[in-house]
């Protein structure tokens, strides 16, 4: 008996940084520690100078280039073409999967030639939170032909589920991000500590989606009122220029763009007061439960998917509207009060999402849909050939 062999197939991946990557990354940790044989499938997006973990690449085949577009306020890729797919074809036949672990199903790309070329089963993984739109009835047969060959889908919210089910009919479990709660308990450093100043933290790419400008505007609006409070924008991405012409210049002294950053995160987060998640749409938000581990409080707008979006935000801030204005009444409040008990509060929730304990039920659905262990050794065949 051999063990269980998965291809994780995902487009959003190192060196690009965000949350489907992390998932990604931790999932294929976990099961390697639980003697699962894994491999990640993505594309080569453009060269990137952008921070990542130094394990990146273990056990990544890139199988092709992939280009990125702008979709919905975000930016997103495919790896599209001919040797594409000869290289996805050649890396299932030697891989000789169980099954296919497919993040994003619906995108164009490598979720396509997953669903197409692959025999054996297929777990879909849905990650995203949208608004309903015209263009999605319009191709909601394609949406219908992929989840009928899933043999489970896993969404990691009840928004993320529901987004897709206006246009496709499917069961789904629903299994939440995990976090590694070690990794975010650190202590501060004097590299993000100003003396006597207090830190707001924004943390992720620097695009509409992600509503750094709204960050920005709710300083402006406290500034005057807690002259002992300062901004760090942590993230890059294409509205770095149009975020910094923003600040107005009486504050420029107050707002630091960090930039991209990786390993220094959980520093700079203990390095601060409160997490700003000023997100126009949320699926799950991963940075949530790692501001939590952190201890931190988050406070956040009612995005679209945020009453959908987990248990764990029962314990966010959110403003009473989606504006600049509730978000600054919302981050200025929780300043003046004492946020001892939502801190510890948020601890053990973020306890409760540790890697150790949703990767395990992850690797479940894997081990149901796969089969029983006996029959792993005729699974190959399964596999495109």
């Not at 600049?324 to 999402?353: H, L, P, S």
Request: some cysteine; aromatic content about 10%.
């Amino acid at each position: 008996m051999r063990p269980l062999r998965v291809g994780i197939v995902a487009e959003s991946y190192f060196p690009n940084l965000g949350g489907i990557q992390e998932h990604v990354r931790h999932l294929r940790n976990l099961l390697h520690r639980q003697g699962v044989e894994v491999t990640i499938l993505t594309g080569r997006p453009s060269p990137s100078a952008a921070p990542g973990p130094e394990d990146a690449e273990r056990g990544v085949i890139r199988v092709g280039r992939a280009r990125s577009f702008g979709t919905g306020g975000t930016f997103t890729q495919a790896t599209i073409g001919p040797l594409a797919a000869y290289n996805f074809y050649r890396a299932l036949r030697k891989g000789q999967f169980d099954l296919l672990n497919i993040h994003g199903p619906c995108d164009f790309g490598l979720a396509f030639w997953g669903l197409s070329l692959f025999r054996g089963p297929k777990v879909l993984t849905l990650h995203s939170c949208f608004p309903d739109a015209r263009w999605r009835h319009r191709v909601a047969a394609y949406y219908r032909w992929v989840f009928r060959r899933a043999a489970a889908v896993i969404a990691v919210s009840e928004a993320t589920a529901e987004s897709m089910c206006r246009y496709a009919d499917f069961p789904s479990t629903i299994i939440p991000n995990g976090v590694d709660v070690a990794y975010w308990r650190a202590s501060p450093t004097p590299r993000y500590l100003r003396p006597g100043m207090r830190n707001l933290v924004y943390l992720g790419r620097l695009e509409e989606r992600n509503g750094p400008d709204v960050a920005i505007e709710a300083f402006a609006r406290i500034a005057p009122s807690l002259p002992d409070v300062r901004l760090l924008m942590a993230g890059d991405g294409p509205m770095r220029g149009e975020l910094q012409a923003k600040v107005p210049p009486q504050l420029r002294g107050r707002v630091e763009f960090v930039g991209a950053i990786y390993d220094q995160r959980p520093e700079l987060l203990a390095s601060s007061s409160v997490f700003l998640l000023p997100a126009r749409a949320v699926g799950f938000s991963i940075m949530v439960l790692e501001a939590f581990a952190a201890g931190l409080p988050v406070v956040a707008l009612p995005a679209l998917g945020t009453d959908r979006a987990g248990e764990h935000w029962s314990n966010v801030i959110v403003a009473k509207d989606n504006s600049a204005e509730a978000f600054a009444e919302a981050v200025r409040d929780t300043m003046r009060r004492d946020q001892g008990e939502r801190i510890a509060a948020g601890r053990a929730i973020a306890d409760a999402f540790d890697w150790a304990r949703i990767g395990s039920r992850i690797l479940d659905v894997f081990q149901r849909v796969a089969g029983p262990p006996a029959q792993l050794t005729g699974w190959g065949s399964k596999a495109a050939a």
